[in-house]
């Protein structure tokens, strides 16, 4: 069965930095592609990253510059770096992956104050 379980959430002040993990179970993880999505109050679900089986990237563009992703294949994680946080950037943040059908984890709430 596969699970994804994030982490790393909570409250920062704006201009500050938080790490969030993505564990993964039952995939071959280093064959996976995983993304990183986000979800604000009262909007729709949004890609933030993606990070293939090739360590390849993708960033949205208000994330670009200031979030990295990144992975570990020999503890089945991946990680979204998050720096220069904006209030904007306020959201929950799903982990997600295809594996023959899509896979969310439960979501980490991310909190930026003004």
């Known amino acids: 069965q596969v699970q994804l379980v994030e982490s790393g959430g909570g409250l920062v002040q704006a201009g500050g930095s938080l790490r969030l993990s993505c564990a993964a179970s039952?995939?071959?993880?280093?064959?996976?592609?995983i993304d990183w999505y986000r979800q604000a109050p009262g909007k729709q679900r949004e890609l933030v990253a993606t990070?293939?089986?090739?360590?390849?990237?993708y960033y949205a563009d208000p994330v670009k510059g200031r979030f990295t992703i990144s992975r570990d294949n020999a503890v089945n994680t991946v990680y979204l770096e998050m720096n220069r946080l904006k209030p904007e950037d306020t959201a929950v943040y799903y982990c997600?992956?295809?594996?023959?059908?899509?896979?969310w984890g439960q979501g980490t709430r991310v909190t930026v104050s003004s």
């Open positions: 039952g995939v071959t993880f280093s064959f996976t592609e």
């Open positions: 990070i293939n089986s090739d360590h390849n990237t």
């Open positions: 997600h992956t295809l594996w023959y059908i899509d896979y």
